[in-house]
């Protein structure tokens, strides 16, 4: 295995969408799976993170852990690629931004409807909220950008294939450009 790239995945506060694209290369996972070896993943339910050529980093940054495992990865892996508009931009957690963390808090636990014995969590297992939904490069340095909600299954295909042949990462624009 020592010519495999390592690569890693996490997904912090999303939808799984862009895992779900992973996934979708479908048949062409046999192919890239002769040259890479998956460390943490939900693929291997490897729960902490190796050393790794690649981290692939879905969803924005909303909670202490998220920043936790942003630093790690960032530590662990040679290159690390912000997957998706969340990871990109804060995506659709972000759209909280607009509101303070109590308004926010207090319309989910305590006034949102159907609320049965309202209350906010305090649990110290939960991990800390932000004030704000962050892109990921505001935490750490990213060096590459998969834009798309989610990037399609193509277009994570071409910049994985592209990587491991030393090409310059190119994209179509089909697989770009978004409606």
Known sequence: MADKIRIAT?????CFGCHMSLLDIDERLIDLVAHIEFDRTPLTDIKQIGRCDVGL???????AENV?????FRRHCNLLVAVGACAINGGIPAMRNQYSLTECLEEAY????GIDQPQIPSDPELPLLLDQVHPI?????IDYF????????DTIFTFLDELLSGKPIQFAYRQIHYD
């Not at 936790?68 to 790690?72: P, Q």
């Not at 305590?110 to 409807?113: A, D």
């Open 110 to 113: 305590l006034h949102g409807s």
């Open 137 to 141: 490069h505001d935490v750490v340095w």
């Open 57 to 63: 980093i879905e969803g924005g940054v909303c909670n």
């Open 10 to 14: 996490a997904s912090l506060a999303g």
């Open 68 to 72: 936790e495992v942003l630093k790690a």
């Open 146 to 153: 998969l834009p798309g909600c989610p990037p399609s299954a």
